[in-house]
Every structure is written in C-alpha cells, then in structure tokens.
C-alpha cells in the first residue's frame, strides 16, 4: 500500500503531530508499505538537509513565524501541478492521510480528487480552541478559513466556527480519526463525522525498550525533577508555569524543553522571579534525548487547558514509568491514574494558584517516597506498532469500498 501524508508543517519541525507522523511512517515501513509525506519546505540550512530524504515532497513555501521554524505552500493551481509532477515518478498512491487542518489539509483534498483516492483525515487539533488563543481576532480568523475553504474546495457554508471548518473538511474525507477518546466525542458532537476512530499517537517500540533498558529501576537521590516540554508559544502556557514555580517555592530541579517565540521572555521571567527551584533551558532535544529526560525525571508538567487532543508528553511519561502533573480536565481523565491534578474534576483551573499548589503536593509526594503509580497498561498500548495496527485496519476499510 502506498500513502500519501499531507501535514501543515514538515514532520522535521516541532510538535506533536510531527513527531507522531514521522512514527507513523517508520512503522509503516516497517510493515512494508510505501509512505510519501507533503508538507511545506523548511526555509534555511537545516532545510537542504531534509529535503534529501526520498519519503518528503517538500512543497514551495514562505516562512510564517519569526523564528522560520514554522512554513505555509498556497493551495492552489501551481502548487497542484508541482505536487502532480512530483509524485508521477513514484508509485500510484491507494489513498491520502491527511494529518492538516489549513493549506496542508487543501492542498491533500485536492489532490485526492483530482486522482480518486480516499481519504483518511486525522484531526489533532482543537481549532476552536487554538484560534482563540493564538489569533486576536478569532471570527474574523474562522469566516477568512470558511471562505478559504470553499473556494479551494468547493465545500458548501455550514457555520462559522470552528467546527464548522472542520465538518467542511470532513465532508470530503472517507473516514476520521482522533488521538484521543474525549477529542473523538466532541467531533461526533459537532456533526464532524458521524463515527470517528479513536487512534492513539504512539511512542517508538525500539527507542522506548531502549530507554526503559537503561533505567536501573531506582530514583535518583536528589531534588525532586519536573520536566516541562513542548512548543513555547501562548496556549501551552509555558510563563504561568514558569511564575507558579516561583510562587510554589519548591525547592527542585526544574528542565524546560523545547524551542518557539517565548524562550526570550521565559528567560527574563525566570531572572525577574528568582525562583527557590533551579530553572534550566535545554533548548530542542532529539527524540531519543527528549525520551530519556522524561525517563529520568519525577514528574512532566503539562500545563496546556483545553487545547492539546491527547497531550503525547503525558502517554509518553506514563510509557516510561514517570507520573505527570496535568492541567487539562480531559487529558487528566484519558490518563487515568499516575497523575496529579490541577484543580478539581470538574472545571479546569488556569491560576497560577493552582498550579503552584499542585507544584507543591507533587514536590512532597516525590520527596516522601509516594508518588502516584503510572497505570502499566499504557506502555504496551502506547506502541507505535500496535497504533500503526489499529489504522492499517481502517486504512483496509477505506480501501476496501
């Protein structure tokens, strides 16, 4: 089987639908199929070394963020034939994976109807959610989406909101997947698509089975070590985490990883603050180095509300025997156990309040020997071999009509 991946953003940046999209297509191959992944071309030189790898077709495209790390290729005519011209030397695709929500989901949907192809979409992002809290005029955002849509797709207008969006891309797609059970049932809700298949995002089975070879099984005396990682940008909420270590006068190790365009201004509210606990940037990490963080530390924060569909950095942790300390209500549920929470049950609580509380409680679990036990389960359900096995089955049902 041939599939043709469509993302937003090259799987070589950051985030976690590219981490999971580079999994996806190592297991692929692993189990013999053939993957191609479209996404726009990362600007610089990191980009000309990417662009060697015969999986990619790196699309034309501009750079959207200040730091580069982040490109958008125009839907439209021009890109179409490049695409086309792209992928005529390469086997004939049996279906589209489209793993986007902007130009990335466009240009994929085009593609499939102009050579008859199903369509399989997994949806990783809240839109309702992320436009909101990335964009300073969030309706205006959604109509010029709508619009967009339409135009590049012919879809009919059904709303303008988010999920409005969404079911105007759904319309075209022969089956929809979600990584996550809450994020499945809140599509359903929106008439997105009628049944939606719930597909975790995995951890890699050889890097995983590496890292836990290597723990000795015994803590690390020391400071209790909290590990925050992710994309630095507003809705992960990287400074309240930051500003509640400093309230919560914890006395621990505390590891910030990852990149984007609030490194600056974490590192002056860190000097500004002056926490108790000793604050320590590692910048972007490889995967296998990102892992064995995770692995080593006490706790992963995640403090995002609302906003992530699965939150992979907390499966990851529990994959690894780490328990995590979770903002999100819906993330916290999907978890289950080897958690603590922020606030209550019912309601997320986005103070820096809370979050210095449970900064604290967790600091003095650890410190005492009782830190909550990850649920075992999740290690083996977590294995991108396994989540690779879950959507070769709806793949074969997609294909199969």
Do not use: C
């Amino acid at each position: 089987m041939h599939v043709v991946m469509f993302g937003d953003q090259h799987v070589e940046t950051l985030g976690g639908a590219q981490v999971s999209m580079r999994l996806q297509r190592r297991f692929l191959e692993l189990a013999g199929h053939t993957v191609t992944i479209v996404a726009p071309a990362v600007h610089g030189p990191r980009g000309r070394s990417i662009a060697a790898d015969a999986a990619y077709v790196d699309l034309p495209s501009m750079p959207v963020t200040l730091d580069r790390e982040y490109s958008m290729s125009w839907p439209g005519k021009r890109t179409d034939r490049g695409l086309d011209a792209a992928m005529h030397e390469r086997p004939r695709p049996d279906l589209v994976h489209i793993q986007a929500d902007f130009w990335g989901a466009l240009i994929g949907y085009r593609f499939a109807a102009r050579h008859g192809l199903p369509v399989v979409h997994t949806m990783h992002n809240r839109l309702d959610v992320g436009i909101e809290a990335t964009t300073p005029f969030p309706g205006l955002v959604l109509r010029v989406l709508g619009a967009w849509q339409r135009g590049s797709l012919g879809t009919v207008k059904t709303g303008s909101d988010g999920w409005s969006y969404l079911r105007g891309l759904a319309s075209q797609a022969s089956a929809v997947t979600a990584p996550s059970s809450h994020f499945a049932t809140r599509l359903e809700e929106h008439g997105v698509f009628p049944r939606v298949d719930v597909v975790w995002n995995g951890i890699d089975d050889a890097i995983l089975d590496e890292v836990l070879a290597e723990d000795a099984g015994e803590r690390d005396p020391g400071r209790p070590r909290f590990v925050w990682l992710g994309r630095m940008s507003p809705e992960k909420r990287l400074l309240p985490f930051l500003e509640a270590v400093a309230q919560s006068g914890v006395d621990a190790e505390v590891e910030v990883i990852g990149g984007g365009g609030q490194l600056r201004a974490a590192r002056r509210l860190v000097a500004k603050t002056a926490p108790r606990a000793n604050v320590r940037f590692a910048g972007r990490l490889t995967y296998a180095g990102t892992l064995r963080r995770i692995a080593a530390a006490d706790a992963v924060v995640q403090t995002s509300i609302g906003f992530e569909t699965q939150g992979m950095t907390i499966f990851e942790a529990a994959s690894l025997g780490t328990p995590s300390i979770v903002s999100d209500p819906d993330l916290a549920a999907e978890l289950g156990s080897g958690l603590w929470r922020v606030g209550t049950d019912a309601a997320p609580d986005e103070s820096v309040e809370a979050l210095a509380a449970a900064l604290r409680e967790a600091a003095a679990d650890i410190a005492a020997g009782r830190a909550p036990a990850v649920d075992p389960s999740i290690r083996e359900r977590f294995r991108q071999s396994s989540r690779t096995a879950a959507m070769i089955e709806v793949y074969e049902r997609v294909s199969a009509h």
